[in-house]
Structures are given as structure tokens and as C-alpha cells.
């Protein structure tokens, strides 16, 4: 998956079947990068990446935490916005919804927890969307993976979308 040939024809078979986008799991915890080889050396490096857009899946979820604990506070959460902006959301072949790059954050009920309840994530994200509008980026399109009954709470949360991670899998 690290190969850009690889890459290539994964985005040739992708779009000749009618598939607009990957999302990429993604790792970050306090400004540290893990399993990221599949985006940064195969698809960003294909000759024809512009077939295909990608967008970041934040796997929040415990992987990366080898060297410490996970961080979900607004300043961890604005690090990796920063990063996000510098590195991948100005790109052309970023997945945009109206415009918005789109984020998706697999666990949001840390961060909810983190920040004491709906209206504390909601402020946390607000954070993450001025971090983006520093960098020319007017709103993000920030989704989340869970499931479809918590759907209200992920609103008040502050997030614009749910989705499953796989097809019948919601968490």
C-alpha cells in the first residue's frame, strides 16, 4: 500500500467502478504521526491521483498510544488541525462537501467526554474550524462514525455528518 504503482492501480480500479474517493485511516496523537505510509508514500505519490479524492479518517481510537495516552483536548485537537491544513486539506484531490474539506473522526464520544458533554465537543470543534479559517479554509465538513440513534447527540456535539465505518457496522 506504500508503493505508488500500487496506489495507481488501486485508483484506477477504484474509479472505473464508480468510487469518487478513499478515506484514509490516519493515526495522530500530540503531534505524532503512526500508519500513515498508505496515504504519504502510495496515493499522495501516484501519477494519477487526481482520478481520486481522499479524505482523513482520524482513527482516534487507541493505536498510537504506545508512547503516550491520547489527548483529546482543544489544544491537541487544534495541533492536529494545524496539521491537517498544512499537509492535506488545500489540496485539489481533497474530498470537499459544498466546498468544506471533510473530516472524519471515527470515536467522537471521547471527545465529548473529554470536554464534559455535547456543548464542551461543540466549542473544542468550533476551535478546530477557526485553527482551519486561519489557513484560508472557510468551514470544515466534520463528520463522525457511529451509530444512526446517536445521530441528535453527534449534532449537538458539532459535528455536520455520521456514517458507519463498514456496511453494517455503525461502531
Known amino acids: 500500500e506504500a508503493l505508488p504503482e ?18 484514509f485511516d490516519w493515526y495522530y496523537n500530540k503531534g505524532a504521526t503512526y ?13 494519477n491521483r487526481g482520478m481520486m479524492k481522499f479524505c482523513i479518517n482520524w482513527c482516534n481510537e487507541g493505536q498510537c498510544t504506545w508512547d ?24 485539489p484531490e481533497y474530498l470537499r462537501v459544498g466546498g468544506r474539506p471533510v473530516v472524519m473522526i471515527i470515536r467522537p464520544d ?9 456543548e464542551g465537543s461543540r466549542r ?7 485553527v482551519a479559517r486561519g489557513y484560508g479554509i472557510a468551514d470544515l465538513y466534520l463528520m463522525c462514525i457511529g451509530p444512526a ?6 449534532r449537538r456535539a458539532g459535528y455536520d455528518g455520521i456514517t458507519a465505518y ?3 457496522r455503525g461502531n
Do not use: Q
Request: glycine share 8%; charged share 20%; proline share 4%.
Open 6 to 23: 500500487v496506489a495507481e492501480w488501486h485508483i484506477k480500479w477504484a474509479a472505473e467502478h464508480g468510487i469518487g474517493f478513499f478515506a
Open 35 to 47: 500508519i500513515s505510509d498508505a496515504l504519504e508514500k502510495g496515493f499522495l505519490n501516484a501519477r
Open 68 to 91: 503516550e495516552p491520547l489527548d483529546f483536548s482543544t489544544e491537541s485537537l487544534c495541533g492536529f488541525m494545524r496539521y491537517l491544513c498544512e499537509h492535506y486539506l488545500t489540496r
Open 110 to 118: 471521547p471527545i465529548i467526554a473529554w470536554h464534559g458533554g455535547p
Open 124 to 130: 473544542a470543534l468550533d476551535a478546530m474550524r477557526d
Open 149 to 154: 440513534e446517536r445521530s441528535a447527540l453527534y
Open 166 to 168: 463498514s456496511y453494517g
